[in-house]
């Protein structure tokens, strides 16, 4: 039976909101440390803070790369992964430059991402490529995912949660049937509730962005206390909402 732990493991907490206060920033951090989510997803310039707040323990710091249209130059991508890496970063959500996919620089794109993956595996640290589906038809959603796993990506991602749409079910489902088993699937923008994680779940999923993880952790411990936590069959499932 799936547990609360489990849940919280799927989780990248995210700080990315650009107004955040540094306030706001390690009020977050705490929130991840209470549920011990996989990651704390934060703004690079607050990478430094996150990695000295969540020293010993099993939070790992992620941060964004290109964010949040993908469209900055792929030396500055490699700055922005090489800076975030010696800050404390151990996982990179790079925006892929979906700009370049829609006008057919199918090998501009793959440099881009390779460029990033070359960095961060040499570092020890892994890649999630952000798709960006609104934007895609499902044609380009395919193609999206083959590149990124031709170069190296660890994790295809659905969303930045800033564009015109988020995550969904049917694209989840089409990305795992895209990609090999050999990368992973984040869910992105949307992700609000606990039965809308365990419908990404079901979908092919193992992590989900989320700022509603304090919401998604008090849902899961209930119903672990009245043994209605239970994983979904792969189904439609709940709608999932636009945005972080």
């Known amino acids: ?24 920033v390690i009020d977050g951090l705490a929130v991840a440390k209470r549920y011990e989510t996989a990651t704390v997803c934060v703004r690079p310039c607050d990478v430094s803070l996150a990695a000295r707040e969540l020293a010993g323990t099993p939070v790992l710091v992620s ?32 925006v892929m430059n979906y700009s370049r996919l829609l006008s057919g620089e199918d090998d501009q794109v ?20 952000i798709l960006e589906n609104c934007y895609l038809t499902d044609e380009l959603k395919v193609k999206a995912c083959r590149i990124c796993e031709a170069a190296g990506a660890d994790f295809v991602k659905t969303s930045t949660g800033f564009g ?30 606990l039965d809308q994680l365990l419908a ?13 993880t304090e919401a998604i952790m008090s ?10 936590l239970i994983e979904l069959g792969d189904e439609a499932g709940p709608g999932l909402a636009k945005g972080y």
């Open 1 to 24: 039976m799936i547990k609360p732990i489990d849940i919280a493991k799927m989780i990248d907490h995210s700080l990315l909101r650009p107004e955040f206060t540094l306030q706001q």
């Open 63 to 94: 941060t964004v790369i290109g964010f949040p249209h993908g469209t900055l130059h792929s030396a500055s991508k490699v700055f922005e992964a090489e800076q975030a890496i010696r800050d404390g970063a151990v996982e990179l959500d790079m």
């Open 110 to 129: 793959a440099a881009d991402i390779k460029a990033v993956v070359d960095v961060a595996h040499r570092q020890g640290a892994i890649v999630k490529v």
């Open 164 to 193: 015109s749409g988020g995550a969904t079910i049917e694209d989840l489902r089409l990305m795992r049937q895209t990609v090999s088993e050999k990368v992973r699937v984040k869910a992105a923008g949307g992700v609000r509730t």
């Open 200 to 212: 990404a779940r079901a979908a092919g999923a193992v992590r989900c962005g989320a700022t509603a």
């Open 219 to 228: 849902e899961a411990l209930e119903r672990e206390k009245a043994g209605t």
